[in-house]
């Protein structure tokens, strides 16, 4: 792909022009909105403001001037030169300085998703013009794009890095679930007993229980692998799709690969679902047909223990590539496919065995491995709402059609005849409208419409399908000279600046949360469970925080594998009636010497809310039965831990609040 880089820093002036507005009328917005109501103490410490906004506006407009005035080019640009490695290092300690100070700052409320967006262009574009007084001068669109992609890259991974410390309880609503279910695979190492393997997402977990080999109580190290399995396998999927794409140009490779990275981090598309992405791409072999195959095969069989709506995914992948690569010739449409055909339904059908003999296999009732079709349809997400702000449909279009407009232009410019035999637009046209729809369809149920990530599967086959149009990667029916066009650098804007705003969006800041206090809690939840043991004789079931078991933050207390949070919500959606009337049975019986659960608000929220369909479900089939039978004895970490016992044992409730310092 080649970019016409005149008048760069004119282009640079408006877009940074236009973002900086834009942060000011939505700090405006979040100012007028605060005058409304009470502001705490805690908002007090930390307003937005329209003050940076205000001096960004007066840069931009000072820059637009000046490049009417003085029209910097290639002859103004290298007055000064700079040795490369110090143009460089300057470069990446502003980029690195810039990630620093948003993630330490106290003042969140200063910088939204618009003004981080606004405040790393302006300086990847103080770093452009550093790189422009370098004696190995480029051109400086391709430098200020790859220093945006570095940026974006940056920011990405900084927001796993709060991740990163030894406090035993969860960090996030479904993390000790993702410890609990990856700790399955040797629960006879770390419980003493076989229990039943994951029923949700089984690679995943899978591909987390590799700490329990050689750390296996070590929360540090299971937080690190987790961190380095995302970073890690969504940048190899980049690599392994951009390496197809740009192997012979490594600038174009190096952007591509980190566009990529950003771009599937929009879902996000899952970690473990990358395994299916790397398999295929570095597999194929159009030359080997055998080799492909084998390598369609292996994916399937991880696609099958992944999700249901990637068990097509490999194969088609291939297909798609066998589209995009073989042009039909003169060849009989049905002779075309035959290849394709037998990937297909052999792929399919290896995904659907690979799920059914694990369901066999994993020791779990199998009728629970397809609770999600029968999961409620909230159709109200498809459009802006407060669980997902623009929606599913306005979001999907946000990441599709910069990509597609600009697939189209390069095809308009080439012309149809380059492209078009019916089997081949057909083919692909197909895949994608399949898992675009199918993935909307997905989002719409119930514990979906958060985000894109029901969406991945889709995005994964645009990502591939309009960049092998754009960089050329297509190849033609017939012979027919290419005629590459030079993309302006306004039209690569909106591509560039989606996946960078979807990152950006992310405001997370690096504290560290007090793991003396948490460890002082761990030991009062250990005196407790010892005296219930003596005084209340029963098994202990944790519904969260199962992690303190798995890494022996807890002694002496048997596992419950059974109503485990994360499922029992997943049964909850599917509203799996034998499962819930058991649960509710052994609350009524009172079977539990003790429960341990995060949240017991019992507020019946509106749709104003976010996920409140979701939380009134918890709160009517989980909270309400449980609070009838069990009351709470200790309330730990800020009301995110909950010690239940039985209604009418008082005596044994006042000895247990005599524990509590």
Not at 346 to 375: C, E, K, M, P
Request: hydrophobic share 50%; proline share 5%; with cysteine.
């Amino acid at each position: 792909m080649q970019i016409r880089s005149e008048n760069f820093w004119r282009y640079f002036g408006f877009v940074f022009l236009f973002l900086s507005v834009w942060f000011f009328f939505v700090q405006r917005s979040a100012l007028q909105a605060l005058a409304t109501e009470p502001i705490t103490s805690l908002q007090q410490k930390n307003l937005p403001s329209t003050g940076v906004a205000q001096i960004f506006i007066i840069l931009a407009i000072i820059l637009l001037i000046s490049t009417f005035v003085f029209k910097p080019g290639l002859k103004n640009s290298r007055q000064i030169l700079i040795p490369r490695f110090v143009s460089w290092g300057l470069t990446l300690v502003l980029l690195l300085g810039t990630t620093v100070y948003l993630f330490l700052t106290p003042h969140t409320a200063l910088w939204n998703g618009t003004g981080r967006m606004a405040l790393y262009v302006l300086i990847c574009g103080a770093c452009t013009w550093i790189l422009a007084k370098s004696n190995d001068y480029k051109n400086p669109v391709n430098n200020f794009i790859v220093l945006l992609l570095i940026a974006g890259v940056l920011y990405r991974i900084g927001i796993f890095l709060p991740e990163i410390q030894t406090y035993p309880f969860s960090l996030g609503w479904s993390e000790s679930s993702r410890y609990y279910n990856a700790s399955l695979y040797f629960s006879k190492m770390i419980y003493g007993s076989n229990y039943p393997l994951p029923v949700l997402h089984p690679s995943r977990y899978l591909m987390q229980s590799v700490p329990f080999l050689f750390a296996p109580q070590n929360i540090l190290v299971h937080r690190i692998w987790q961190i380095f399995l995302w970073i890690g396998m969504t940048l190899l999927g980049a690599y392994s799709v951009a390496r197809r794409i740009s192997n012979k140009n490594q600038s174009d490779l190096v952007a591509l690969t980190f566009w990529l990275f950003l771009f599937f981090f929009q879902g996000a598309v899952y970690y473990h679902l990358m395994g299916c992405v790397i398999l295929v791409m570095l597999g194929y072999n159009k030359d080997s047909f055998w080799k492909t195959l084998v390598f369609v095969l292996l994916s399937s069989i991880w696609a099958g223990i992944s999700r249901v709506n990637w068990y097509p995914v490999p194969a088609l992948l291939a297909v798609s590539i066998y589209l995009l690569e073989e042009p039909v010739l003169n060849r009989n449409w049905i002779i075309y496919l035959k290849k394709p055909a037998i990937w297909a339904v052999s792929g399919f059908v290896t995904a659907y065995l690979s799920n059914r003999i694990y369901a066999l296999l994993s020791g779990n009732d199998v009728s629970q491995f397809s609770s999600s079709f029968s999961s409620y349809m909230i159709w109200s997400r498809l459009l802006p709402n407060s669980t997902y702000t623009p929606g599913i449909i306005l979001a999907f279009l946000l990441v599709s059609l910069p990509s597609v407009i600009l697939a189209w232009i390069t095809i308009r410019h080439n012309g149809w005849k380059y492209y078009w035999h019916w089997v081949r637009v057909l083919g692909l046209t197909a895949i994608l409208a399949i898992f675009a729809l199918g993935g909307i369809i997905v989002s719409v149920k119930i514990g979906g419409g958060g985000d894109l990530h029901n969406l991945d599967a889709y995005l994964v086959f645009l990502a591939i399908i309009s960049t092998y149009l754009i960089f050329y990667r297509y190849v033609p029916q017939s012979d027919y000279i290419e005629n590459k066009i030079k993309i302006p650098f306004l039209l690569l804007i909106p591509v560039l600046f989606v996946p960078l705003y979807f990152t950006f969006q992310n405001g997370v800041s690096w504290n560290i949360k007090d793991t003396q206090s948490a460890k002082a809690n761990v030991q009062l939840l250990q005196k407790g469970l010892d005296v219930l043991k003596n005084e209340l004789p029963g098994p202990i079931l944790f519904i969260s925080e199962r992690q303190l078991l798995s890494f022996g933050n807890i002694h002496g207390i048997e596992l419950v594998p059974d109503y485990e949070k994360v499922f029992l919500m997943e049964m909850v959606m599917a509203n799996n009636k034998p499962y819930l009337d058991k649960f509710h049975q052994k609350l009524e019986q009172e079977t539990y010497s003790a429960i341990i659960i995060d949240s017991l608000s019992e507020i019946i929220q509106d749709p104003e809310d976010s996920f409140w369909v979701e939380n009134n479900l918890w709160v009517d089939k989980v909270i309400l039965p449980l609070l009838q039978y069990y009351e709470p004895v200790y309330t730990l970490q800020d009301r995110n831990v909950n010690v239940l016992i039985p209604r009418g044992n008082e005596k044994i409730f006042d000895q247990l609040k005599k524990l509590a310092p």
